[in-house]
């Protein structure tokens, strides 16, 4: 008896860390986190959506470009809130969900506008709630990883909205829609330097970066 209460005692400062970790979580933090993860895991799913689905060259190539960015964000997110007691989704949910099962039901130019119309809502949606994260998010880690996210998604937005008009009226735009998704610079590792180490409630030497 006395064996079992030692070695509960022992166990029990490290359960109630967890937990207290946990707690300590505003509901803007925990809205913040299950919203970026599930919008950022539709930008994969959908993106691959379009590698197979899409009539466009230039469509497929914004693919390309999302799935890299989006896995790398999504990875980064992964990684601050690995160490804490917190379930995240795992597959788009809601609204995210729901979206994607549409465009499962779509194919050629039909697909590319649906899929380039939710890009550009997408966006605007998700560089909405980065920001409110930026300037207003109680845990630092997550705070600077919205700071620091919000070039990229603004301009992925720039990228959406270009070939959502060059597919709306093709003799318009579809030049400078074909130059934008060649010449935009994917997320490169040196952008998200892999020192520094970042938990949900600190920064271990916390490193300035810059995208464009």
């Not at 860390?17 to 509901?27: C, E, P, V």
Request: glycine share 6%; charged share 20%.
């Amino acid at each position: 008896m006395r064996k079992w209460l030692r070695s509960g005692l022992a166990a029990g400062p490290i359960a109630l860390a967890a937990l207290a970790a946990s707690a300590a979580l505003s509901s803007g933090d925990r809205n913040f986190l299950q919203t970026a993860t599930s919008s950022g895991l539709a930008e994969v799913t959908t993106a691959q959506l379009a590698q197979q689905r899409s009539a466009s060259a230039q469509v497929r190539k914004f693919a390309d470009r999302m799935i890299a960015d989006h896995t790398q964000v999504n990875s980064e997110l992964q990684q601050i809130v690995e160490q804490e007691d917190i379930t995240l989704p795992t597959q788009p949910v809601g609204k995210d969900a729901a979206a994607e099962a549409r465009l499962r039901s779509l194919n050629g130019a039909a697909f590319d506008r649906a899929y380039l119309q939710a890009a550009v809502s997408d966006h605007q949606q998700a560089i909405a709630l980065f920001s409110r994260e930026a300037s207003s998010g109680q845990d630092s880690a997550l705070k600077t990883f919205a700071q620091q996210t919000l070039p990229t998604l603004q301009q992925h937005l720039q990228l959406a909205q270009s070939l959502n008009s060059s597919i709306t009226d093709p003799t318009a735009s579809s030049g400078r829609a074909a130059s934008c998704v060649t010449s935009a610079r994917p997320l490169q590792p040196a952008d998200h330097p892999a020192g520094g180490k970042r938990s949900l409630h600190g920064i271990l030497r916390p490193q300035r970066r810059s995208r464009i």
